[in-house]
């Protein structure tokens, strides 16, 4: 069984930046995707950003592209979510998630709340 850890999270004005990581309890060698999500209050969960266990494939949801970057460190099990120019819609809980492709295992973190506020 795989578990995350999420951290990073916190109060930010607008125009900040935060750094969320996400770590693996273990070592993942299938293929497998890790990505942030997000849920604001009143909202659906919904899709941040993406990156494949190569860390040759991304994919951001257009509300952030140019503003968040995601990176892994495979040494350290760890995905990160760089966030730059924060915004008052950005508020939201942030989960980290573990896609498996080969036995369709998946799993998510506890979640880190964010708040963009002045």
């Known amino acids: 069984q795989v578990q995350l850890v999420e951290s990073g999270g916190g109060l930010v004005q607008p125009g900040g930046s935060l750094r969320l990581s996400c770590v693996a309890s273990?070592?993942?060698?299938?293929?497998?995707?890790m990505g942030w999500y997000r849920q604001a209050p009143g909202k659906e969960r919904e899709l941040v950003a993406t990156?494949?266990?190569?860390?040759?494939?991304?994919n951001y949801a257009d509300s952030v592209k140019g503003r968040f970057t995601i990176s892994r460190d495979n040494a350290k099990n760890t995905v990160y979510l760089q966030m730059n120019n924060l915004k008052p819609e950005d508020t939201a809980v942030y989960y980290c998630?573990?896609?498996?492709?080969?036995?369709?295992?998946?799993?998510w973190g506890q979640g880190t709340l964010v708040t963009v506020s002045s």
């Open positions: 273990r070592s993942i060698f299938s293929y497998n995707v």
């Open positions: 998630n573990l896609k498996i492709i080969i036995g369709n295992f998946e799993v």
């Open positions: 990156i494949d266990s190569s860390s040759d494939s991304t």
